[in-house]
């Protein structure tokens, strides 16, 4: 059962060295600014739980995985200050995704778009279902998936963002989605996945947690100048959702 909270939801449960992250939105699992920040701080927090040792990153209920940022809070923008504030929630949560010493496992049960698309690259290893398809329609509204952008890139590659960015209303099925590096798996249910994952973590939360720390890091060489990189990307989409070009756009999208 999916939340009707406005300002979303965020739960964990810690459970035999294993932390399991869930967010909800009533908005097919969106993101407003203040759930962006819970999350963020959550993984900031689970870096420091020497009881954990792997994470799951979950969304509520069984279709959308994330539709990306809040629309209303995108349309809202009205000064380059909110514009930046606004697309640094992404860049934080990412950002605070990079640092974690934890492996963080994703569980993609249904679509996912923009923002959503950039939290599963930024996952260490991801299960998806068949109903798992992606979208980056950032260019659609007269922005571009610019925050984002470094995570798919290190998880895909240049081609596949270029391919996701340059044609922004067309999805890209789970399988696409395996074949290019976003996901490991891909299941034909949701129990089938769910199954897998159980086993997945079990296996993760019995190896040695400093094996597991320095293998993350190994991954994410290269990455050191995100903090700086992701803040400056947020501020260019900020001022591009200032722009009439792209305040039109939203209306009619809005319509």
């Known amino acids: 059962m999916q939340t009707s909270r406005n300002n979303g939801s965020l739960y964990t449960k810690i459970e035999n060295g294993i932390a399991h992250v869930e967010f909800g939105h009533p908005a097919s699992n969106s993101f407003v600014s203040e759930l962006l920040k819970r999350l963020t701080t959550e993984f900031e927090k689970l870096s420091e739980d020497r009881e954990v040792s792997v994470i799951l990153l979950k969304s ?4 959308a995985f994330c539709a990306g940022a809040s629309f209303d809070e995108l349309v809202a ?3 380059l200050e909110e514009g930046k504030t606004f697309f640094s929630g992404f860049a934080h949560v990412i950002n ?4 974690c010493p934890k492996p963080i ?3 993609v049960q249904g679509k996912t778009v923009g923002g959503g698309v950039g939290l599963a690259s930024a996952c260490d290893y991801v299960h998806a279902t068949v109903d798992a398809a992606i979208k980056l329609s950032e260019i659609a509204v007269g922005i571009g998936p610019f925050v984002i952008a470094p995570a ?3 998880k895909m590659g240049k081609a596949a963002l270029a391919e996701l960015s340059f044609y922004p209303t067309e999805w890209k099925n789970a399988y696409w989605a395996k ?3 976003l996901y490991a798996k891909v299941y034909d249910s949701i ?3 769910d199954k897998e994952i159980e086993i997945h973590l079990q296996k993760l939360s019995t190896y040695n947690p400093k094996a597991l720390s320095k293998m993350k890091s190994v ?3 290269g990455t050191e100048t995100w903090d700086k990189l992701l803040s400056e990307r947020a501020a260019l989409s900020g001022e591009l959702a200032l722009s009439p070009h792209t305040k039109k756009s939203l209306e009619a999208f809005k319509k």
């Open 60 to 63: 509520e209920g069984k279709r």
């Open 77 to 79: 923008i009205s000064n």
């Open 96 to 99: 605070a995704m990079r640092k």
């Open 105 to 107: 496992l994703g569980r």
């Open 152 to 154: 798919v890139e290190r």
């Open 179 to 181: 074949e290019k590096g």
């Open 191 to 193: 129990a089938e996945m």
């Open 219 to 221: 991954l994410w060489e």
